[in-house]
């Protein structure tokens, strides 16, 4: 089972990677950026010759979005970082915008690198509308969303719930940085606006929202990749949240010796359809032989039988005598009973009308 992580989860493992095992919460945050650009450019290799605007929060979310662009900026792509200001009618921690000087921590040492190297971010705030943001998103190839990451608690409100929508609106490619902005890292339901990516780097795990609808349908195309965080801290531990993959569901199913046939996984007779209902008898054929029987006949009315010949190659069919309104008659009673002798199962029913 894939594991899906938290943002309790997910903080407590990123704890852990700095105090148990050494390793430097900027390094952390340097690969987090990395593995995002690298994603970037395997999926969107035009952008080296376009134009990426990259929008950023205060927090550690921002932080790796000023890594995206120190890194884009490095690989010769024309990049505008916008670090939005603090709104103060905003609440919760993440859904915070931020003046330069409220970044804290590793984020703030990787915003001096970008204005070392000359490529300080625009700051846009509350004097700014809305119309300022979406006139830069206009001027993109490619949006970068770095604005609220999975610590964020509540819907997006002020300025930033403001520059969600235009993104939405501005119809540029969308890549989110973790969890696209709006969204709550462990709820299914979007609490307010959120972004609507076209891709989502997600670092690690997949958290519950990116996989649970109907906020995963904000996702676009989920990838999530390695930040440098031991596996051995996440792999043994209990998962409240997994992703079932084939060979999860594998051992489900007996194997099958090598000189088996289709004689050695029963027959099944299934009695179905109607006129306008052969689609339910050719499905419920189908899906026998999809489980697993080795032989499957399906017994339609007469006139139906060419019909759900065309539709099936695997199953054989059997006429029976039907109705003037073409439905499988009475008088197709007694043949039934006879096609089911010997059979294993008998399915009764799909498409079959009310006659």
Same mark, same amino acid.
């Given at each position: 089972?894939?594991?899906?992580a938290?943002a309790s ?7 852990r990677a ?9 390094? =952390? &945050? !340097? ?9 970037i %450019?395997? @999926?969107?290799?035009?952008?080296s *010759? $376009?134009?990426v ?10 932080g ?12 010769g792509?024309?990049v505008?970082?916008? =670090? &939005? !200001? ?5 609440h919760?921690?993440?859904? %915070?915008? @931020?003046?330069?000087?409220?970044? *804290? $921590?590793?984020a703030?040492?990787n915003?001096e690198i970008?204005?070392t ?9 509350a ?5 300022a943001?979406?006139d830069?998103l ?9 604005l609220l990451?999975?610590?964020?608690q509540g819907?997006?409100?002020g300025l930033v ?30 609490p307010?606006?959120a ?5 989502t ?6 958290k519950?929202s ?9 996702v ?14 996440w ?5 409240h949240?997994?992703i ?20 050695t996984f ?13 689609g339910?008898?050719a ?5 026998a032989?999809?489980?697993g ?13 060419d ?10 069919t059997v006429?029976a005598?039907?109705?003037e309104?073409?439905t499988?008659a009475?008088e197709?009673?007694?043949?039934l009973?006879?096609l ?16």
């Open positions: 089972m894939r594991r899906v938290t989860e997910m903080q407590d493992l990123d704890r700095v105090a148990e095992c050494g390793i430097p919460s900027l390094l =952390l &945050m !340097e690969n987090a950026g990395a593995e995002t650009v690298r994603e %450019l395997s @999926a969107f290799p035009q952008i *010759r $376009g134009r605007v990259i929008l950023c929060g205060r927090g550690n979310n921002g790796d979005g000023f890594v995206i662009a120190r890194r884009l900026l490095g690989r792509v024309s505008r970082t916008i =670090l &939005m !200001e603090r709104c103060a009618t905003c919760g921690v993440d859904s %915070l915008m @931020a003046h330069g000087e409220e970044v *804290r $921590g590793d703030r040492i915003l970008l204005k190297l000359g490529s300080a971010p625009v700051e846009m705030g004097e700014q509308d809305a119309a943001v979406l830069a206009h001027s993109a190839d490619l949006v970068v969303d770095a990451g999975t610590g964020s819907p997006a409100r719930a403001e520059a969600i929508e235009c993104v939405n609106r501005a119809g540029r490619p969308v890549v989110s940085v973790d969890i696209p902005s709006g969204l709550g890292a462990d709820h299914p339901e979007p307010g606006p972004i609507r990516a076209d891709m780097v997600t670092f690690v795990l997949a519950p990116l996989v649970l609808y109907p906020a995963a349908s904000h676009g195309r989920l990838r999530v990749v390695d930040i440098g965080i031991p596996r051995s801290l792999a043994d531990g209990p998962a949240v997994g079932l993959e084939a060979p999860d569901v594998a051992p489900a199913f007996p194997p099958r010796a090598a000189d088996a046939h289709k004689g029963g027959h099944v007779l299934v009695v179905a359809g109607s006129v306008g209902k052969t339910a008898a499905l419920a054929s189908l899906a032989l999809r489980v029987a080795g032989l499957v006949t399906l017994a339609v009315p007469a006139s139906l039988n019909i759900v010949e065309v539709k099936l190659t695997e199953a054989m006429p005598p039907e109705t309104a073409r499988i009475r197709a009673l007694d043949l009973l006879d089911a002798e010997g059979k294993d199962a008998v399915a009764i029913g799909p498409g079959l009308g009310t006659h």
